[in-house]
Structure formats: structure tokens, C-alpha cells
């Protein structure tokens, strides 16, 4: 099974950091993890993606266990906006990115 | 830069009409995918095309056609709709990295 595996919901408070767990204990050695986000109403958005090494970018960080069987998306500073349905796929370069159920993220002021 | 267009925004059709949504990139990306989202849940792939005329099913096809002839637009085509067909669709380029989503179809068949 190409899914992973997320908690359905997490709570988070404003300007406080957020760990998005996610295990994917099936993964292949060529197997990218992407991580999406899906704010109301509106189609995904990337965030990141990464093999084997830990990752930043300007929207969050990436940290991928040493044995590639679960990550960890950072959002340093949780804000309002960051309420979202966020989710963890695996890419397996086949061509096509197969969704999971994600982790619905609230953020309290 | 417009990204991926999608159209309509919104359509009501009745039981067994037909239709076509549209769906254009101008990332000048090989792949392109139809997505569905039923309320509550994730999204799952109906079609996906790596290039012009190559298309290929998804998770969930049945009921469902498309056409890639050329690089840009993505069509998908509901022959028979069904109440079913309820959805919200979601088309996606890729370069094969990062995908790039339009903002949706809202579909009700009554």
C-alpha cells in the first residue's frame, strides 16, 4: 500500500511550533515524501519534499527518520493561516501522488 | 502567470446529462492528473496523462474519460452523470517534482 499513515486532527496555538507526524514504514529506498496542504475551499499547495536528508524551505522543515520509515513536518511559527488539512505522500516518481486521509490542523489564537 | 485553470467554477447537471471539464497549464508541464474529493476526505486520482496523447487510469475511473491532445489541456468528460458524480474535482500539473493544483470544480448532479 503506497498511503501513509497520519493523525486525523491536531490543535496548535498561535505563534507556537507545530510537529506533523507522519509513518510510512513501507517506503522504498526511491521513494520520495511529499507534504501538501489543502487550505477550506481551495486545491492543494506544495510545502516541501525530500529524499533522505532533512529539509527547509521558506514555509516549513522537513525531518525524515534515519530509516526513511516515518517524517516530521515543522512549522516553526504556527499562524492563523496555517489551518489547514495537511498531507503526507509518498512519490514513488511513477507519476502520480496517491492521497491519504492528512492531519486537519487548527490553530488557536 | 496562471498556473492551472480550471472551468467552471460551479455546475449543476441532472441525472445522465454530460459534460466536460476544462482544464489548461501554461507550466509547459508533461504530466497532468484529475483529482475527485468527496466532502471529509482525501483526494483520489482519476486519470493521469505523462504527455500528450498518453493518458492512464487512476484510483477511481469508472465513469470517466479524458484526452490529452496536446501539452496545455487536460479535459475530463462525464458521459452519464450520476448522483455519485458528486464532487469536487481538482485538476494538477506536474514536473514531476512539484505539483501545481487549479483552485477546483464544484459538481452537483441532482
Known amino acids: 500500500d503506497a498511503k501513509t499513515t497520519q493523525p486525523n486532527s491536531m490543535e496548535s496555538n498561535e505563534e507556537e511550533p507545530v510537529h506533523l507526524p507522519c509513518n510510512h514504514s513501507?517506503?522504498?529506498?526511491?521513494?520520495?515524501i511529499h507534504w501538501y496542504r489543502q487550505l477550506p475551499s481551495q486545491g492543494p499547495e506544495y510545502v516541501i519534499h525530500?529524499?533522505?536528508s532533512n529539509v527547509n524551505n521558506r514555509m516549513a522543515s522537513l525531518a525524515i527518520a534515519e530509516d526513511r520509515k516515518s517524517s516530521t513536518l515543522i512549522l516553526h511559527r504556527a499562524t492563523l493561516r496555517d489551518a489547514a488539512v495537511y498531507y503526507c505522500?509518498?512519490?514513488?516518481?511513477?507519476?502520480?501522488?496517491?492521497f491519504g486521509q492528512g492531519t486537519e490542523l487548527s490553530v488557536k489564537p | 502567470n496562471a498556473g492551472v485553470t480550471q472551468t467552471p467554477k460551479f455546475r449543476i447537471l441532472k441525472i445522465g446529462q454530460s459534460m466536460t471539464l476544462q482544464c489548461t497549464q501554461d507550466?509547459?508541464?508533461?504530466?497532468m492528473y484529475w483529482y475527485r474529493q468527496d466532502p471529509g476526505m482525501g483526494l483520489k486520482l482519476i486519470y493521469y496523462?505523462?504527455?500528450?496523447?498518453?493518458?492512464d487510469k487512476g484510483e477511481v475511473p469508472n465513469g470517466y474519460n479524458v484526452s490529452r491532445s496536446t501539452t496545455e489541456d487536460f479535459p475530463l468528460r462525464l458521459e452519464l452523470a450520476a448522483p455519485s458524480q458528486t464532487s469536487v474535482y481538482f485538476c494538477?500539473?506536474?514536473?514531476?517534482?512539484?505539483?501545481?493544483f487549479g483552485s477546483g470544480t464544484r459538481l452537483t448532479v441532482v
Open positions: 494538477a500539473s506536474s514536473s514531476q517534482v512539484i505539483y501545481t
Open positions: 513501507t517506503i522504498s529506498g526511491t521513494d520520495y
Open positions: 525530500g529524499l533522505t
Open positions: 505522500i509518498r512519490d514513488n516518481q511513477g507519476g502520480k501522488l496517491i
Open positions: 507550466m509547459n508541464h508533461n504530466y
Open positions: 496523462s505523462v504527455g500528450a496523447g498518453i493518458t
